[in-house]
């Protein structure tokens, strides 16, 4: 069932289209960087050159079209006439989400190996990509996995592939917005420390330790609270998938 369900993506062209997507934009970045004299390389680097955003944006779509596809064209009831189990294949598909996300996250780093080697020679052998930088691109990845998970739940809740995607999308742009008024909140309504959106503060405090007087949260506590958000999502999604009419 997984196999089937990597035979889909990759025949869909999406890999290699989002792939050069990414590989592009980082370039660009990286050569700007190089080139304006406006951001500092270190920081660009151990951000990846902020292709972060990107992958997040590929995570959603993805996430949103994965069971609405199947819905859409009528798929879902053949695969299931021809026995295939619910729970099976609500899995494979949750296991491609992850192994993608894994995929541009990896692919990201060896771009950025390759952009730095290119253009930052000295910061390349400087063993920028050690501990900083890589703790940034797992926060980055759970992250990307939290508003991955939601968008999967949203797009069986809504039954809108399309309306799915731009909640997710619009939630994650809005997240940084958001941010900064709950900091104001956080400081009266303790419990309100747990809301998903102060979970995405984990890779801004990786780099930073004294934004956890902001967050109210240990490092170790929104690691565990951006795990325990990404399992509520897909179980309830799984949940929503078993029953829904097909």
């Known amino acids: 069932m997984f196999k089937q369900e990597v035979s889909k993506l990759i025949k869909q062209d999406i890999v290699s289209k989002q ?37 997040v944006f590929f995570m959603v779509y993805l996430a949103s079209q994965l069971f609405a596809m199947e819905f859409r064209y009528g798929t879902i009831k053949n695969l299931i006439t ?32 390759g952009t730095t080697w290119l253009y930052f020679p000295t ?25 991955a998970s939601l968008s999967l739940l949203l797009s069986l809740v809504i039954k809108s592939d399309v309306l799915a995607g731009m ?14 008024v709950q900091f104001i909140l956080l400081s009266d309504v303790t419990w309100l420390k747990w809301n998903p959106f102060n979970m995405l503060n984990l890779a801004n405090q990786l780099g930073n330790n004294q934004i956890a007087e902001l967050t109210r949260l240990s490092t170790d506590q ?25």
């Open 19 to 55: 792939s050069g997507m990414l590989l592009l934009l980082i370039f660009g970045m990286s050569t700007f960087t190089k080139f304006s004299g406006f951001v500092s390389p270190v920081k660009m680097i151990n951000a990846r050159f902020n292709s972060g955003w990107l992958i």
């Open 82 to 113: 021809m026995g295939a189990k619910r729970s099976s294949l609500f899995l494979a598909k949750a296991a491609v989400l992850v192994v993608y996300g894994f995929y541009l996250t990896v692919f990201a780093e060896i771009a950025t190996l």
């Open 167 to 180: 909640v997710g999308i619009v939630s994650y742009f809005m997240a940084s917005m958001i941010a900064g």
């Open 222 to 246: 929104l690691l565990l609270g951006n795990l325990i958000y990404i399992v509520i999502f897909i179980f309830f999604a799984g949940i929503i998938f078993k029953h829904r009419r097909v």
């Open 123 to 147: 910061l390349f052998s400087e063993n920028t990509f050690g501990g900083e930088a890589l703790s940034h691109s797992f926060a980055s990845f759970i992250g990307m996995l939290l508003f």
